[in-house]
């Protein structure tokens, strides 16, 4: 056995030498995107700062957008929001709500995206268990199995809703589904 591993460890060992030469030399860089070198523009060429958005700037902008019935859009700077200012106190609304304008958005869409609306309930429940709205996030994420048509996964998150949450009003509207 341990003749095996030596003569296996004697055939690597060439190959590990070459590709560390290569290294050293820097005759085996990739010519991949990921692997060349990222330069930054300096303060010095004249281009102007990348505006800084702030928590208000976005919040405006993504209750507009949902006054508007631009969902897609009220959606995205909802999760923007989310994304960047995550330790604010409306971070949870604005998950909420990005979630509510996409489940919306899936309600009218021809080619509804309900993975999405999965995801982002799922993601509320996740990052916000205790909230007064985990149950009712917890059935969004079964709803939305439901409307992809993965019966199955609907089922079980319908049941261990009930579960959990055997006091949450939509306990009677998934009893139904679930039975």
């Known amino acids: 056995m341990k003749n095996i591993q030596l003569l296996h460890s004697l055939r690597v060992l060439p190959l590990f030498i070459l590709f560390g030469v290569g290294l050293l030399v820097g005759g085996l ?21 990348v505006p800084v958005e ?24 909802y999760q923007r929001y989310y994304e960047k200012f995550r330790e604010t106190d409306q971070a949870e609304e604005a998950l909420w709500q990005a979630a509510q304008s996409l489940k919306q958005l899936a309600m009218k869409s021809a080619t509804p995206e309900w993975d999405n609306v999965r995801d982002i309930f799922r ?26 048509r993965f019966y199955r996964e609907a089922l079980i998150y319908f049941k261990l809703f009930l579960t959990r949450y055997p006091d949450s009003p939509p306990a009677g509207s998934s009893a139904t589904r679930a039975g």
């Open 123 to 148: 993601r509320y429940g996740a990052d916000f268990p205790k909230a007064k709205r985990a149950a009712e996030a917890y059935y969004e994420v079964g709803y939305a199995h439901y409307r992809m």
């Open 54 to 77: 702030t928590p208000a700037e976005v919040w405006q902008e993504a209750v507009e957008a949902a006054k508007g019935g631009d969902l897609a859009k009220a959606a995205a700077a």
């Open 29 to 49: 860089q990739p010519d991949q995107g990921w692997a060349k070198e990222v330069v930054l523009p300096s303060r010095q060429t004249g281009q102007a700062p």
